[in-house]
Structures are given as C-alpha cells and as structure tokens.
C-alpha cells in the first residue's frame, strides 16, 4: 500500500463530518421476514471535509496536501476528533484502557485494538496508525516504561521478555485513521478574497486488502484491588488519629458534621479528599455521599487534591440537596483548582522584611532566613514570583491581596529582589491577624516557570524559556501574556507594521494607551512534550500569540485531572447580601484537565427567592483543557445585573471543553465564552428566558469556538430584561462579539433552532471576523440578523462572515440590520459578507404582527457600509412590509454581488417598495422582485429608488438586472445613473 505517514492539519480535521459505515445485505422474504447478511467483517470509515471549510489560507492548504498525495493515490493519517483515542473523549488515555491481549510465555508481539461494547457484544478495532509517543503499556495493570518498542506505522507492539502466561497486557494509546482522498477532483470556489469552498472533499479509510481477522482475547478479570468506594460514614467520622498527609494539618472529630450551618461538609470533606485518597486510593476513588438528613451544607470553600496527590476521584452527590450558606470569608462553594507549582529550590515561601508600596520596584526579605537565601539563589532574570499578603489558604486570595511579578534582578548582599515593573499592591511586612494567629506576614513564592525569550506565534507547539530547568516531559504549563482588555489601533484595518506583532491579530503596541489594568486574558494550558535546554515542545499548539512584548510567561502548575462532580441539587441556604459575583459562583474550576461536571441541577427551587440565588455563575472553567459540563439544569440566578448572572462560562484561555445536553433558564447569559484559546464547544444545549444573550461570545480573542446544535427560545411576557438594557431593547439568541471586550475569531455556529425568540435571532458585534455561520432555522423572532455599530469602540468593523443556509419564518421586525450610524461614507461596518441559502417566508412575515417589535413596524433589508456582500441563493415568500419601508436598502455599500435573488411580495399585504440605492458603489447582479402592491395613497410601486445625495454616487461594475411583474415602465426614482448599466426584465 502506498501510504506516506503524514497526519492531515488538525485545525482543518477539526471541522469534519462522518464516521463508520458497514455493508449488510438484506432480503424480504415473501412471508414479510427478512434475511440479514453482513457483507464487511469490520466498518469502514468516510468522511467529508468540506464542512466548515472557509477560509482562503485553509483551502489553499487542502490544495497543497491534496497535490502532495497525488490525489487518491496515497494514503496518509487523519485524526477523527470523535474517536482518536483508546478511553472516553472526556478522560485521559490510561495503561489499563484496553486489552490488548493474554501472556503465554512465548508470545513477544501483540496487535494494539479498541474494544467498542455495548450489552454483551464486543467489536474489536484494529489500531494501526498509532500517535508515536502516546503510547503506554502496562502488564496486570502495572505500568511498564521500558521493556518494549512500538512499531507506529502497524500498531504492533514488541516486548524484549515475553510477558508470562495469564499476564494481562494492556495499553493506552491515541491514534489515527488511515484514509485516503475518495476523489481525484477538488471543486474549489473562490467567493471573496479571504472566503472560500470546497464541494466536497471525501476520505475513505483504507483496510488492508487481506483483512486481519481479529481473535478477541478472554477478558479477563482486572488485577487488584477494584476502586474503593467511601461513603459519609468514611468522611465525615473521627479523624483525629488519621495520619494527615506531609504538612498537612492533623483531622479531628467531624462526626455529625455535614448538613448543618454550624458544622458544614466542606471542612472535613475537604480533609479527607486532601489526607486520606492520597494515601490510601491515589488513582481513581468514588466518594458517594448520601447526607441522613438529605442536604449537604457548605460555607466556605472546598477544593479536590491536584493530580500529584491523586486524580481520577469520583463525588458523587446524587440525590443531595447542596445548601450554600455565607462563611466567615467566603460563600459556600466548590473550588476546583489545581495549584501552582513553586520551585524546587524552595521548601516554603520566603518572608518579606521590611515594607513596600504599590509603585515601588525593590522587596525587601527577611534575614537571616533559609528561605530567603533558597529564594535569591534559585531565582534569575525573568523567574516569575507570587507574593501573597493575608492569610487566606493557598490559590484562595482574592485580587487586592496577591500578584505575579517578574524578576530583573536579586541582590544577595542587600537581600532584595528587584521586580520588572511597578508593584500593583502594598506589601506590608505584617498583615491584621485574626484570633487563630500571632502574625500574618506577607510571602514570596518563586514559581517553577519564567518568562519567554522569543515569541511564539498562534499554532506553534514551540516556546523559548528564559529558564526551563527543572521541567519534565509530562508537567503540565500555563503559557500566557499580560494584556489590556482594549486596544490601541484598529487592529483589523491598518496592518502596520510593528515589532511587537505576529499576525494582524495582535496589531497593538505596548504600552497601550486605551485605559485599564493589564489582565491575564490570554493564558493556556498545554502539556509538555520535550524539552532541550530551555526550549519546550507543546503536546498541543497555541491558540493565541505570545509576544515577548506583552510579558510572555510559562509556569508549571499541578492540575486537578479526570475529577468528576456528578448530581447535587445546589440552592442558597442564606440572602446573598452584597456578595459580588465572582464570590458567588457554585462550582469554580481552574487549572483542570480531562475533568466532568454532571447531572447536577442549579437555583431550581421555585421556593428559593431570588435573593437567595446566585450572583455568578453556576459553573465556571477557567485556564483548563478538555473538560465537560454535561446534563446540567440551571434555573434563574439572583441577580441579572452587567457581569452578574450567568449559567456556565469558559474563561481565561480554557481550551477543548464543551458544555452538553444542558437546561438553562433566565440567566443573563446562559453560556459565555470569554477569552477562551480554543475548541471550546456548546452543543445540544436548550437556553430559554435570558435576560441580555443566550448563547455569548464575550470577547477578549476568543477563538475556534463551536456553537452547534442548540435551541433559544424566550417569552418577553415572562422573561426580564437585564437592568443594562432598554426594556423595549433586543436581546441575542445567540451574539458574536460584545461592546467591551473585543476581538473574537475563528467562531463556527452550526445547525441552531431559534423558536419564539422575542429578540435577534443572530447578532454580529464589530470587531469579530472569520465567522461562520451554517444552518439556522428560525420561528418567530423580532429580527433574524443584528449587526450594528460596536457603541464602545466605533472605529472596529467584522471581516470574513459568511452566514448561509437560514430558513427564517414569522418575523416581527426586520429581516437584517446591518448599520454604523456613526460611520462616513469611507468607514465600514463589515468587509467580507457571503449571505447564501436564505429561505424567508412560506408563513411569515406573512401579513404584519399585531404588536411589532421593537417598534411599530415590520421592514425588510438594510445594508448600510459593507465592503465586499455576497446574497447568493435567497428566497423570500410572502414578504409583507408595513409603513414606509424598503424590501432592499444597499446604502453606502461597495463590491455588491446579487445572485439568483427572488422575493415575492404577499399578495393581500401592503409591501409597495422595492430597492433603495444610495450612494452604492459596484453593484452588480440580479434579483427578482414580484408582487409590489402600490402605494396606501395610490399610485404605482416603487421598483427602484437612487439617491446619490452628497456622498460617492453609484457606479457601474458590471450590471444589475431586475425581474419584475410591474408592467413595461415601471416606477424608477432618480436614476440610473450615469454609467450604471441597468436592465429591466418583465415577467
């Protein structure tokens, strides 16, 4: 076979279709049964990448692989992101994973497989294409790091000793799918500079012309010790004679604890997922707590063991009511972090010595302190620091109380280190103390992390430390910069060239003069691949640029992984006060991987007055990777004021996480992506009743986000409006881009139902670009398309939209808004506009609502400073207009392209207006307008109005031809005008 072992871009496999096929024939006998033969032994896959494929660069790609592979002629690797590893696709691949086969005692090779079981029938998969270097082995479950080689281009694996007989030999692996072009064509189209398709590109697995026939081996029964279960007896009893694990602090009696405000769970809880699963079940536990009295109650917050103590842990709260009451500092809550890792060289934190003030760039440290020489000594230029100033537990202090500086230099003689840039807080030598303690002195950590040295641009896997000792193959790193949350120049329009920029993405220079605080907006997770010297190699790519310019940094941190949080019905026991909202969260997840929040229910007690909900999010993943929120049902929050109120959010650079099959209901945003790096999806969710935007993207580069598959529905008689809002103003089904935070990119939104939507159906914010929308179907809404000026930012427009495939009925207000009321005649409001496949009508706008909204009339299209508009393929039925109103108004609008555009205009309805033309430049085309019913005064319809005004008067570029039943001199106001070539057609 020829085969060349090269795997298919992953950014562009990402968005495919398809999966197994099988051949089974079938013959209806005359007595009605049938005879089923199965024609395959083993499925074959298929699949199309053509879907979501838009972008110029990524056919241009597509073209090169195809080019290289000479069409069908050689085979090559392609990931499938539904199934490329040997466990489920929300946990991480372990050596126990499948059954590879049974020692003999002679037998060295054995073939890696994939069992698929349902009930009591098994498939086994042969593996082939395995990913080099993510193979494990393990024999009776202990893990073998050496011992044996594999073979990555057959799946084969050789051991040096053969394994003893009765061995069970295991493995966890990802893989690739073995595939070929199904087509020596590519039908590649061309429609804007940037935008682009393809037809159809076709892949078929190849299989081995003598198909291996597959030998299932005897299961056999795991050795060890199943994984221990605890139960509320376990936790919450007398742990005083529990050895506490390292430093920890000793247990104590928590018997009774638990469902009560003055004994809450999490204290004890806490203590044993912390001290006794290290110990005694490190790798995988379930802990299934059924409260006596039915309710869990927490006050403070409760955070699981990272993974370097043990992972794989299992809460099980089914069945429980979780009651969140108001603690000493804290509101109950489940807090979710792994933790920073601080370096080596230190065995605690170092203590300051004398006082600092926010400004100043000099610590002073304590001496004589061990702590403080390990700190000076370890510490180099670029090492990251973490200074803490109360008392609050570790990863607990809130803002004003700790930051993240970078070193410049150490003086060992004066014990003083030297920051890069101005301290953000004060540091005191001593802090308030409470009655627990005798002094708070404020801490230096030193991370096990440092600045960058290069940057390093979106997509690469490469970044260049300033200091990587000490790192492993395995450690998992935060990379990320210190931006603004705004901008300096329109980073979309001007492209300068600038040192500090690697892709018109990041077209900013620091510092910036826009106002705020720098934020850690853009920061990621990834794991480490290699290492040499001080050069990291990423398992995955980056999602954003790092610049050096911005403070590039990477630090190990040790995340919480494969956790999993299931059932709970969780409601405030106490009025939420003043508690802000990022107090106010239910479960808060940072530094997370591979981790499950579901079949948990949030604030869905109709007894629960609104006080005594949330002010936050329900859930929240921040800076994690591959993570799920799965079968959630969150009802109202207690506050849908500007930043309050939400269902989920993924935030702060978390990647690869999806939120499913979820209920939300009433929030101010059901699901928010803010500042996310990428693949993060929202599919099968149903988000009903918000108060500002269902589903969001909020801004601050997002990027590669997946909305798919989801339904909005919103009743304005029983929804609120969030306070932020005019109570008449259109709320967002689903919204692209937000008016404070900017810069979204590379956002899909597939296959959505908006239904009885009493707001925008779909809204664009400028400063969003390469979107993609393709298929939404819509039943009553006030408008289908919003997108108008950004009010906060008035110089950022949207590049590269395409919006296709939309069938739309019942609309109460207008078809599609597109305006910049601010704008002259040289600004844009969007360049790189594909509008194809739109069906409006068959039932509506079919006559006029009684009660339109927002206002008091129904209007058709209006097109107000576009650069570069493709509508191709539309079809609108029964348009009926009221008032004074234009089926087609192209205003200020340039590079216009009409194709096989028809409306029919309903025939009892009050529609007499056609295409209003102001100052359009390059209009060319056809369109079909049929039905005009003339003026409510008299008079004939208008077909086509020009009004060049003052601004650029309408050219030629090409010509416009129109369609029209109206007769051989149908109404024409103010023009054509000169050199604009029009051509009339009478039906």
Not at 210 to 221: N, R
Not at 223 to 242: E, K, M, R
Not at 546 to 559: E, G, I, M, N, R
Not at 667 to 680: D, K, L, N, V
Request: glycine letters at 10%; aromatic letters at 8%.
């Amino acid at each position: 076979m020829s085969f060349h072992e090269v795997r298919f871009p992953d950014d562009i496999s990402r968005g495919a279709r398809g999966g197994p096929s099988r051949r089974t024939q079938i013959v209806s006998l005359a007595s009605g049964a049938e005879e089923r033969n199965a024609s395959w032994s083993n499925s074959r896959r298929r699949y199309d990448l053509a879907y979501g494929l838009r972008r110029a660069d990524d056919l241009a790609a597509v073209v090169a692989f195809f080019e290289a592979r000479n069409g069908r002629l050689y085979g090559f690797r392609f990931k499938d992101w539904g199934d490329y590893k040997s466990c489920l696709p929300s946990q991480a691949p372990a050596a126990s994973d499948q059954l590879i086969g049974v020692g003999d005692g002679t037998e060295t090779e054995f073939q890696l497989v994939k069992h698929y079981t349902s009930g009591d029938q098994t498939w086994s998969r042969v593996i082939e294409k395995p990913v080099a270097g993510s193979v494990t082995v393990a024999l009776d479950s202990i893990e073998q790091p050496s011992g044996w080689t594999l073979d990555a281009t057959t799946g084969l694996v050789t051991f040096d000793m053969a394994p003893s007989s009765g061995v069970a030999i295991t493995a966890a692996f990802q893989f690739d799918v073995p595939v070929r072009f199904d087509t020596d064509e590519l039908d590649v189209t061309l429609s804007l500079e940037r935008l682009g398709s393809i037809t159809s590109i076709p892949l078929i697995e190849i299989r081995r012309r003598t198909e291996a026939v597959l030998v299932p081996q005897p299961v056999v029964p795991p050795v060890g010790p199943t994984l221990p279960t605890y139960i509320w007896s376990d936790v919450f009893t007398d742990h005083s004679a529990t050895p506490p694990l390292s430093d920890n602090a000793a247990g104590a009696d928590w018997s009774g604890w638990g469902d009560a405000t003055a004994f809450p769970a999490e204290v004890p809880l806490e203590w044993f997922l912390q001290n006794v699963l290290p110990n005694d079940a490190p790798d995988g536990a379930i802990v299934d707590l059924d409260s006596p009295s039915g309710a869990i109650h927490l006050t403070g917050r409760m955070q699981p063991p990272p993974s370097s103590r043990a992972r794989n842990i299992t809460l099980d709260l089914t069945g429980n009511t979780i009651e969140r009451g108001e603690g000493a500092d804290y509101w109950g809550q489940f807090f979710i972090w792994g933790e920073k890792v601080k370096d080596p060289a230190m065995s605690s934190e170092a203590v300051i010595g004398a006082d600092s003030s926010a400004g100043d760039t000099v610590l002073y440290l304590k001496t004589p302190d061990p702590d403080t020489e390990a700190l000076l000594t370890a510490a180099v230029p670029g090492s990251i620091i973490e200074i803490r100033t109360n008392t609050t537990r570790k990863n607990y202090h809130p803002d004003e109380s700790r930051t993240t500086c970078f070193v410049a230099a150490t003086d060992p003689v004066a014990k003083t280190i030297t920051v890069a840039d101005p301290l953000e807080i004060d540091v005191p030598k001593d802090n308030p103390v409470g009655s627990w303690e005798t002094s708070d002195p404020s801490t230096v950590t030193l991370l096990q992390g440092s600045l960058l040295q290069a940057n390093a641009a979106a997509g690469s896997s490469t970044i260049v430390m300033a200091n990587a000792a000490g790192l492993s193959v395995g450690d998992w790193l935060v990379v990320g910069t210190a931006e603004l949350p705004g901008y300096l120049n329109n980073q979309f329009m001007d492209f300068s060239p600038d040192p500090n920029q690697i892709g018109p993405d990041l077209d900013i220079t620091y510092p910036a003069d826009y106002g705020g605080t720098l934020i850690a907006i853009n920061e990621e997770l990834h794991q480490i691949a290699a290492i040499t010297g001080n050069t990291v190699t990423l398992t995955g790519t980056l999602g954003k640029n790092k610049l050096v310019a911005w403070q590039a940094f990477a630090f190990k941190v040790d995340p919480v992984e494969n956790f999993i949080l299931k059932g709970g019905s969780f409601v405030g026991a106490k009025a939420h006060g003043s508690a802000s909202a990022w107090d106010h969260q239910y479960i808060w997840c940072r530094f997370m991987v591979g981790s499950t929040i579901r079949d948990a229910s949030f604030d869905m007690d109709p007894a629960k007055t609104t006080d005594f909900r949330r002010t936050g999010q329900a859930v929240r993943f921040d800076t994690g990777d591959g993570n799920v929120m799965d079968n959630l049902t969150i009802g109202r929050p207690g506050s849908i004021d500007a930043g309050e109120g939400y269902g989920v959010s993924f935030r702060k650079g978390e990647r690869n996480s999806v939120v499913r099959n979820s209920y939300l209901e009433g929030c101010r945003h059901s699901i928010e992506f803010w500042s996310s790096s990428g693949g993060c999806i929202a599919e099968d969710n149903h988000c009903a009743d918000d108060t500002s935007s269902s589903i969001d993207t909020h801004g601050n580069w997002n990027t590669g986000i997946i909305i798919r598959r989801n339904l909005v529905t919103r009743d304005r008689t029983s929804a609120a409006v969030s306070p932020d809002l005019n109570p008449d103003e259109a709320t967002d089904a689903i919204r692209i881009g937000n008016n404070k935070f900017i810069f979204d990119e590379n956002i899909q939104v597939l296959d959505n139902t908006v239904q009885d939507y009493d707001g925008n159906a779909l809204s664009i914010v400028p400063g969003a670009w390469d979107v993609t929308v393709d298929g939404l179907t819509i039943d009553g809404c006030w408008r289908i398309l919003n997108m108008k000026q950004n009010s906060r930012h008035s110089d950022l427009f949207m590049r590269d939209v395409v919006i296709r495939n939309v069938d739309a009925i019942n609309i109460r207000d207008r078809w599609l808004d597109i305006r910049h009321n601010s704008h002259a005649g040289s600004r844009m409001q969007a360049k790189g506009l594909l509008l194809k496949d739109w069906t409006i009508g068959a039932t509506g706008p079919t006559g006029l609502p009684a009660s339109p909204e927002p206002g008091t009339e129904v209007t058709g299209m209006y097109f107000l400073h576009v650069d570069g508009l493709t509508l191709e393929n539309w079809t609108v039925t029964d348009a009926n207009l009221s008032g004074d109103n234009w089926l087609l108004v192209f205003d200020e609008v340039n590079d216009v392209t009409l194709t096989n555009v028809a409306i029919a205009c309903l025939a009892t309805g009050q529609a007499d207006k056609g295409i209003n033309i102001n100052n359009a430049t390059n209009l060319r085309g056809a369109v079909t307008l049929t039905g005009l019913l003339p003026p409510q005064g008299g008079g004939d319809p208008f077909l086509l109005y020009f009004n060049d005004g003052t601004g650029t008067p309408s050219s030629t570029d090409g010509a416009l031809t129109v369609t029209h039943d109206l007769g051989p001199t149908p109404k024409i106001l103010g023009g054509p005008p000169t050199g604009f070539t029009l051509n009339l057609v009478q039906t």
